[in-house]
């Protein structure tokens, strides 16, 4: 089966860390480039990191400095480590498998930042 699943969300307080896990199964990760998004209640789906297949990362000027972005083609898994958390970082992240657009999301994993 062709999927993603996300995990490592949870509840720390600002100034925390965490480390957000996407593994994909079901097609060739190492073939795509891939992202990971976030999404507030109420507010619009953001885009926050883009990685290449070949592990070159992007950021959103948001999270840049903060969050790194990185892969392990051999495990198929996405990463997202979070750093200096702040409140405006609560929300659902999602991985995204890039194709012409997102074309394949997860379910996603909730982070919860108090302030």
């Known amino acids: 089966e062709v999927q993603l699943v996300e995990s490592g969300g949870g509840s720390v307080e600002a100034g925390g860390s965490l480390r957000l896990s996407c593994t994909a199964s079901g097609f060739t990760f190492d073939d795509f480039d891939m992202s990971w998004y976030r999404q507030a209640p109420g507010n619009e789906c953001e885009l926050v990191s883009t990685i290449s297949s070949h592990g070159s990362p992007d950021y959103a000027d948001s999270v840049r400095d903060r969050f790194d972005c990185y892969r392990d083609n051999d495990k198929s898994t996405l990463y997202l480590r979070l750093n200096i958390l702040k409140a405006e970082d609560s929300g659902t992240y999602y991985c995204?498998?890039?194709?012409?657009?997102?074309?394949?999301r997860g379910p996603g994993t909730t982070v919860t930042v108090d302030s």
């Open positions: 995204s498998r890039e194709f012409r657009g997102s074309d394949l």
